[in-house]
């Protein structure tokens, strides 16, 4: 089991871009969590998602940030047009069910120039 | 909606002292709380949970926590301290319910001495 796979491990982007982030989650694990690192912060919840489903995106940026869980391949979290301040480290986190916690992937950091 | 409070943003410790880290949450019913700990550029790895039972719960490289209902509170702790803790630890709360989400902490900085 190669536990829950991010990539890019880094991305630089420039100002207007879209960033495409993708998550891999564990075999068996049918819950996916997107949440935002900035520097010298703690995580921020962004959006959780089960296959086909957005079950709440309460964390999410209203404009130019999307999730999606697709019932086949990855879970993409989507930044349209990025500016400075979305430069962070994006994690991602499966589980199966929420008292095991979560298994997080190693992120991915993006930088915005 | 649960809450967590770090209140330590950074603790030294020398190594081999003992190290014991502070979570406060704030939730309706029993949580479930989880310890994680962030190395450098890497991610975040598990290293105890409790969700019932035993009020305390053993986990890896020798970390022990203890749930308090009474003071809300599920602090971590180990004997004696290692260079190689010198790392970032959230304290996490979860609930089962709808929602299905974890709530991090803010972290505590954890530099070790030699």
């Known amino acids: 089991n190669a536990g829950v796979m991010q990539n890019p491990r880094h991305l630089v982007r420039r100002r207007g871009q879209e960033a495409r982030l993708r998550c891999s989650p564990m075999?068996?694990?049918?819950?996916v969590y997107w949440y935002r690192q900035l520097p010298e912060e703690g995580l921020k919840f962004m959006v959780y998602?089960?296959?086909?489903?957005?079950?709440?995106e309460s964390g999410m940026p209203k404009e130019r940030f999307s999730a999606e869980f697709p019932k086949e391949g990855p879970s993409i979290l989507r930044i349209q047009q990025v500016v400075r301040g979305d430069s962070a480290a994006y994690f991602c986190?499966?589980?199966?069910?929420?008292?095991?916690?979560?298994?997080f992937g190693s992120g991915t950091r993006l930088t915005v120039v | 909606a649960q809450s967590v409070t770090q209140p330590d943003i950074h603790i030294t410790v020398s190594e081999g002292a003992s190290l014991e880290l502070r979570c406060n949450y704030s939730?309706?019913?029993?949580?479930?709380l989880f310890w994680y700990v962030q190395s450098p550029g890497q991610g975040l790895q598990l290293l105890l949970k409790?969700?019932?039972?035993?009020?305390l719960v053993q986990g890896i490289k020798g970390f022990e926590a203890e749930f308090k209902r009474s003071q809300s509170s599920f602090n971590l702790r180990k004997p004696s301290v290692h260079w190689s803790d010198a790392a970032e630890y959230f304290c996490?709360?979860?609930?089962?319910?709808?929602?299905?989400?974890?709530?991090f902490g803010g972290g505590t900085r954890v530099l070790v001495k030699p």
């Open positions: 939730y309706g019913a029993t949580p479930y």
């Open positions: 986190a499966s589980s199966p069910r929420i008292e095991y916690g979560y298994t």
């Open positions: 075999k068996g694990h049918s819950h």
């Open positions: 996490a709360v979860g609930a089962k319910a709808a929602d299905n989400k974890l709530t």
């Open positions: 998602l089960q296959k086909e489903n957005i079950i709440d």
């Open positions: 409790y969700f019932s039972g035993d009020t």
